[in-house]
C-alpha cells in the first residue's frame, strides 16, 4: 500500500517516524522545495524506509494521487503555518483517503465527512492500516467538489473586483 505526503518543512520528522512504525507500507515524501538533505539524513538514522519522491509537475499530481491509498499531512502545531492545504483537496478529487493532522479545530471543516484528522502519530497510524471505506471515499468525492475553482469563478471574480 503507498502512501504520500506532501508537508512543511517542520513538520517532515513526524512523517518519517510514521513511516518507520509502517514498515509495511511504502512512504512517499513529496517535498516542495524543503531541505530534502537533512530530512533524507533523518530518514537514514532513525531507519525510516520513507522514499523521498522526485518533483512531480502539478499537471501530472491526479495520476500521481491515484498511485496511493492515503495522503498523510503532518504539521507543526507549535509552528502553525499551515493553512487549507489544496493537496487534501486534489487527493480526495482523486479517490485517495486523506488523514491530517489536528492542528485547529477551523481543519474539520476543510477535511469534510470525506476524511480523517488525527492528534497522535499512533492514531494515523491505526487510520491509515486500515482500507479506506468506500462510504468515506464517496464523501470525500463530493467535498472535493467544495473547492472546486471551476465551481466557483464567477464568485472569485467578484471578490477580486
Known amino acids: 500500500m503507498n502512501v504520500s505526503a506532501a508537508l512543511p518543512k517542520k513538520a517532515l520528522p513526524l512523517y518519517v517516524d510514521l513511516a518507520a512504525l509502517c514498515p ?11 531541505d530534502a538533505a537533512s ?12 522514499n523521498i519522491a522526485p518533483t512531480v509537475q502539478p499537471d ?12 498523510v499531512y503532518t504539521a507543526s502545531k507549535q509552528i502553525n503555518t ?21 492542528i485547529r479545530p477551523d481543519l474539520k471543516e476543510y477535511v469534510g ?16 492500516s486500515a482500507p479506506f471505506p468506500e462510504e468515506k471515499r464517496q464523501a470525500s468525492f463530493l ?15 467578484q471578490l477580486w473586483s
Open 60 to 71: 501530472d499530481m491526479p495520476a500521481e494521487y491515484k498511485r496511493h491509498r492515503w495522503l
Open 24 to 34: 509495511s507500507m511504502r512512504f512517499n515524501l513529496y517535498m516542495l522545495g524543503y
Open 143 to 157: 467535498h472535493a467538489e467544495k473547492s472546486n475553482a471551476d465551481n466557483h469563478i464567477d464568485l472569485l471574480y
Open 113 to 128: 465527512d470525506g476524511g480523517y484528522l488525527f492528534d497522535t502519530i499512533e492514531e494515523a497510524r491505526a487510520i491509515i
Open 82 to 102: 499551515v493553512g487549507w492545504p489544496v493537496s487534501l483537496a486534489e487527493a480526495q478529487a482523486s479517490g485517495v483517503g486523506v488523514v491530517m493532522q489536528n
Open 39 to 50: 530530512t533524507t539524513d533523518y530518514a537514514m538514522r532513525t531507519k525510516s524506509p520513507v
